[in-house]
């Protein structure tokens, strides 16, 4: 489902800690560029951090006190808030493992534009973002897509977006995603030592001898460790009995995308 209307106003959103791992300087270049490229579109920023003052002196040096909102600190309840203001959210991290202010803004029905990097291609679909490598030039093109659909109406619907994330990620899901690690794991056999040692020294005619190195150093100190404090004076930990059925969850009904994170804008 996609929307129709023509959107007289473009608002990007960020929501981040203002630090360089966030690549609060990439989006410092990133704001007056896409000011002066397009007068219909605006910024609000929320979050905190050291590099903030740089948004603020660029806002200042740009003049664009009237375009560019920066909030400071968010409590996580007033993000949604937040969010539903906007129709793009932009994610401009350098390294990220899972990212889960896309996912909110994803299920507020914002479109995401994102760096590719860590783990984020694989959070959501990639009809609900657009990639980008983490350089200026690289998410200007996105972002110039992302405005321009927005303004013809080119993207999925916010209360369809919202069902599609809602779908996506529920506990039940991640609990059996969580349970299916777990059996993996524990169904590994454990290495001896020398076939440790082996993997180490497999990694690089280099790296290998190094990390060779490192893991019979480790060795000694545990060995001397042992020596100093025996394993047999330290209290081992009693085993946890099974828990009853009484005492189990009812479900895993409930979504991790918090029923608050809604597609509703309500403007």
Not at 27 to 33: F, M, R
Not at 168 to 178: G, H, I, L, P, Q
Request: charged share 20%; net charge neutral.
């Amino acid at each position: 489902m996609y929307l129709t209307w023509t959107l007289l106003t473009v608002t990007i959103v960020v929501v981040s800690r203002l630090v360089y791992r966030k690549g609060t300087d990439l989006l410092a270049n990133i704001i007056p560029a896409v000011c002066r490229k397009y007068p219909d579109v605006d910024f609000i920023i929320g979050g905190d951090g050291p590099k903030r003052i740089l948004l603020e002196e660029v806002r200042e040096a740009c003049q664009l006190d009237d375009r560019v909102t920066i909030l400071g600190t968010v409590e996580h309840t007033k993000v949604r808030d937040v969010l539903v203001q906007g129709d793009i959210f932009l994610n401009t991290s350098l390294t990220e493992a899972f990212c889960i202010a896309i996912v909110e803004a994803a299920s507020c029905g914002l479109q995401v534009v994102s760096t590719h990097v860590g783990g984020i291609r694989e959070v959501l679909p990639a009809h609900l973002i657009r990639l980008a490598h983490p350089s200026v030039k690289s998410l200007m093109i996105e972002l110039d897509s992302a405005i321009q659909d927005c303004r013809h109406g080119n993207y999925v619907s916010e209360d369809e977006a919202h069902r599609r994330v809602a779908k996506m990620y529920c506990w039940k899901d991640v609990a059996k995603r969580t349970e299916t690690v777990y059996h993996t794991v524990a169904m590994e056999t454990s290495k001896s030592f020398l076939e440790r040692l082996n993997s180490y020294y497999l990694c690089g005619p280099i790296s290998g001898k190094f990390f060779v190195i490192i893991a019979l150093i480790n060795y000694l100190l545990l060995a001397i460790i042992q020596w100093l404090q025996p394993a047999t004076d330290i209290d081992l930990s009693p085993s946890c009995p099974p828990v009853s059925p009484a005492c189990r969850p009812l479900s895993y009904t409930t979504n991790p995308i918090n029923h608050n994170f809604s597609a509703s804008k309500g403007r």
